[in-house]
Structure formats: C-alpha cells, structure tokens
C-alpha cells in the first residue's frame, strides 16, 4: 500500500512500523494524514503477520504540532455530521489492540497527544517538549486534555491545558509524572522504540493484544464490571485453562532492571 504522509514498514520481528513524514510542516496532520492513518490502522488490525507498532517521526524538530493550520481539516458544514479527527488518528479508536510504542522527539504539541493518549508505551528523547497550544490562539482545549486526564494526573492536565505556550513540559517532568516511562538520548530513541516492540511482539500475540484490550476497556467501567469483563477475556484467551506456552519447555529471558 501507498501512503502520502507516512511511511510504513513491517520487519521480521513483527514490528510495524510508523513514521509520520511530513517534517517540513513539524508533522502537523491534514485530511491526507486522517486517511493514511484509517487505512493504516485497518491493515495493523487485520495483519496477523503484525504483532505490535512503533510510532515515530521525521525530522529533527517535531514529533507532531498538532493540526496543519495553513490547510485545516475539512469539516462538514452541518455540526451533527462533523467528528472528532482523533477517531481516525487513534489506535484504540480504530479497534486496534495491537501494542503501540510511541517514540517521541521535539514538540510534540496539541494534537500530538490524539496518539499519546492512546499509545500503550510512551518514551521520549531528551530533547522532547509537551505542551497544548490551544488556549493561547483562542481555542477551547477539550478533546487532548479530556484524553490525558486519564493517562496523568488532573493538576498536570490542567496546567498543560491552561498554561498554553506560555510553559512547556520537559522530558523529565513527562518521567516524573508517568506520561513517558523512559528518557533516551535522541540518538538512542528509534533504537529503543523498536527493542521494546520486539521485546513484546515474541510473546504470543493473542495473550498480548487480550491483555491491551481488556485493560483499555476497564477504563470506561467500574472496578467491579471491569473484573467480570477482563474474566471473560482470560476464557476467551485461554479456552479451559490452556497457555499459550508450555512451561516444561519455556526458557526464561535475561530480565533487565528498569
């Protein structure tokens, strides 16, 4: 398949990976990068072949600034037929329940966070900065932060939300309050996205992609239903009690300390 605004790659690990390809605009997306990432997705979903996803991008300055503002995105005249761009940008909102890795570098900004919010494992450069633009033109910061509030904690939504351009959040305060789980120099940041999403493409993906949709969609339902629900995941993962590895025969990994 073609693609206008990314690049994508299937390697022998099992890894697909992503790559936002537009960094002469800071990878800023427009109806072309909507409908790559729908067909996209589509194919990581329905690609066996696929295990987990590597998302990542060109250029040394930005991850994503968020919507191309020079080109905006084509909204139906009529608000009961506009959606929310992010149901094409995010993983989970296509179905997908295949790992992603984010890797970011540079701004990564507003509409960045449409991937953000629904990656499973976020790391950064240390050249990475966080911050939501959109009060500070004007525009009502709701769709990004309502995401992010259930990935951080509220105070530091708010103030990513609030304070606009005027602050942006370091790599080392995005560690600190649990937004990325590692910091890596920038020449390390595509070499650890990828260990990471062969790391976990070698276990069986059934038991994985289980695992990643019954945590997501416990985030919609209280402890209680969560548990009866994510019960039905285990029995539908694992028909009668079976593994999907025999432990006899299982040869345990070098672990490493995080």
Request: aromatic fraction near 8%; charged fraction near 20%.
């Amino acid at each position: 398949m073609s693609y206008e605004t990314i690049l994508f790659d299937v390697d022998a690990d099992h890894v697909a990976t992503i790559t936002l390809n537009r960094p002469e605009k800071l990878n800023s997306f427009n109806d072309a990068m909507l409908a790559d990432f729908v067909a996209a997705w589509e194919r990581v979903r329905l690609d066996d072949d696929i295990h987990t996803v590597v998302l990542r991008a060109a250029g040394d300055r930005a991850f994503c600034t968020g919507v191309d503002v020079k080109e905006g995105i084509d909204f139906p005249e009529n608000p009961w037929s506009q959606r929310d761009p992010g149901t094409a940008l995010g993983p989970k909102a296509n179905q997908v329940w295949k790992p992603v890795v984010a890797a970011c570098h540079g701004m990564t900004a507003g509409g960045a966070f449409y991937w953000l919010n629904e990656a499973d494992l976020i790391i950064c450069a240390d050249d990475t900065q966080f911050f939501d633009p959109h009060v500070s033109y004007g525009l009502t910061a709701a769709l990004e932060p309502i995401g992010l509030a259930r990935r951080i904690n509220l105070g530091d939504t708010l103030r990513i939300a609030l304070l606009g351009l005027d602050e942006r959040m370091s790599a080392e305060r995005a560690l600190q309050i649990g937004l990325v789980t590692e910091v890596v120099p920038r020449e390390q940041l595509w070499d650890r996205a990828h260990a990471l999403a062969a790391a976990i493409a070698a276990k069986p993906p059934a038991a994985v992609q289980g695992t990643v949709r019954a945590v997501w969609e416990s985030l919609d339902l209280a402890r209680s239903v969560a548990q009866a629900h994510g019960l039905a995941y285990t029995q539908i993962g694992n028909p009668i009690a079976t593994a999907q590895v025999d432990r006899a025969t299982f040869t345990k990994p070098t672990w490493t300390l995080r």
